[in-house]
């Protein structure tokens, strides 16, 4: 008699016949019952229950979408779109093509390109975030430059703190809820909001410090490539582009938006972001207009307590939102390297060092000091640059809590 072959029912034979497979064992005695092991590899009854068990199935592989990839290779099974090697739009939410990320991560490293944030989906040391020597022709870090994004700084309401060239971060200033206490470690990127300040871990992960009422110095779990802390909120820009928000979110400033962004930037109750194209989109709260980024395409976006600054593709600065100081029409002109917003002014570093800043000047805060100075922060009623060496700082306008005085 033939047995029909099936896992789990019967064990074929040597002869192409098959034979029961000996799978259980009735214990009959009054004690203990320690029944055989069956040739299909069933342990033996060593608890008395009279039976022996069973080894577990192997997984079942199907192709139940139909577009000729087994489960055991395709993520999502039941998507007939999804497969390894698919077309992955990115910013659509969906790993289509299966290599863990919303889009196409050609290197491996986590980032996507063809479109997205990585500027060469070739190079796996090249990503927003990655240390990017200056001189060896490489913009390793996808800022627009040949130069590391260390050294940077970052002014708060009454406090400025500082990454140096070798990823520590110190602060000075104002203390009256621990914004000084910056951890130990080392950090590719810095924030600075109201009273707290975050920064960011070489794997993404932030790690922020300072007043918490509202949850601003409680980083969502998420890897991120880049952070942005207003008065009472942050954000972050994770490793698919997502903007992902924590902290007060009264105005509605600190809503997730997910899609594709590029730069983040936030003020006190709003926040904007920059697409893959350049375009601006901004939440939060309007009241003077600081949602509303005029058309074009942008990059180094930069936000104040109520406006916004970017460049546009000729390096100029394009500003919006409150202009009741001139923070907004006062913008200097012509091509430059980098502008930062904070508080109600605004500052732009032009080729060689040259500093301008322009708007509130009640503290002497658009009194800039003879240069050359890089890389300035713009903080409450104060701001702050590097010198010509990218190790000290100089810092002017209001001193009150020692925020001017590294």
């Not at 919303?102 to 997205?116: A, E, F, L, Q």
């Not at 060896?136 to 060239?165: E, M, Y």
């Not at 707290?196 to 991120?224: F, K, M, N, S, V």
């Amino acid at each position: 008699m033939r047995w029909l072959c099936l896992v789990g029912l019967a064990a074929c034979g040597g002869d192409g016949e098959t034979t029961p497979s000996t799978t259980t064992t009735t214990d009959t005695t009054d004690g203990p019952g320690t029944g055989p092991t069956g040739p299909d590899g069933g342990a033996p009854d060593t608890d008395g229950g009279g039976t022996t068990s069973l080894p577990p199935p192997p997984p079942v592989i199907t192709d139940a979408d139909g577009d000729g990839y087994l489960s055991d290779v395709d993520c999502d099974d039941g998507h007939g779109a999804v497969f390894p090697g698919a077309d992955d739009t990115i910013g659509d939410g969906i790993d289509a093509n299966c290599d863990g990320v919303d889009g196409v991560d050609s290197d491996g490293d986590g980032v996507p390109g063809s479109g997205g944030p990585d500027c060469d989906d070739a190079d796996p040391t090249v990503y927003p975030g990655a240390a990017d020597p200056s001189g060896d022709g490489v913009d390793a870090n996808c800022d627009g430059l040949d130069q590391d994004f260390l050294p940077k700084l970052g002014g708060g309401l009454r406090f400025t703190c500082a990454i140096d060239v070798s990823g520590g971060v110190g602060c000075w200033g104002d203390d009256s809820h621990g914004q000084l206490d910056a951890p130990v470690g080392t950090f590719v990127d810095l924030t600075v909001g109201g009273y707290h300040a975050c920064a960011l871990e070489d794997g993404g992960r932030p790690e922020c410090w300072g007043r918490d009422t509202y949850g601003q110095a409680t980083p969502t779990p998420d890897a991120y490539v880049s952070l942005a802390a207003g008065e009472y909120h942050t954000c972050g820009l994770n490793l698919s582009g997502d903007a992902r928000c924590w902290g007060d979110d009264e105005k509605g400033q600190a809503g997730d938006h997910f899609g594709l962004f590029l730069e983040i930037a936030a003020g006190t109750y709003h926040t904007c972001a920059l697409t893959v194209s350049g375009a601006p989109v901004c939440w939060g709260d309007n009241f003077f207009g600081q949602l509303e980024g005029p058309p074009g395409t942008f990059h180094g976006l930069t936000a104040g307590r109520h406006h916004t600054c970017a460049l546009d593709e000729a390096d100029s600065v394009v500003c919006w939102g409150n202009d009741a100081a001139g923070q907004v029409s006062g913008a200097a002109p012509g091509a430059v390297v980098r502008v930062a917003a904070g508080g109600d002014a605004s500052c732009a570093e032009f080729s060689g060092g040259d500093v301008v800043c322009w708007g509130e000047n009640d503290q002497g805060e658009t009194l800039v000091p003879e240069g050359p100075l890089y890389r300035p922060a713009v903080g409450g009623d104060h701001a702050c640059a590097f010198d010509a060496s990218l190790l000290d700082v100089v810092c002017w306008g209001d001193n009150t809590y020692g925020q001017g005085t590294p």
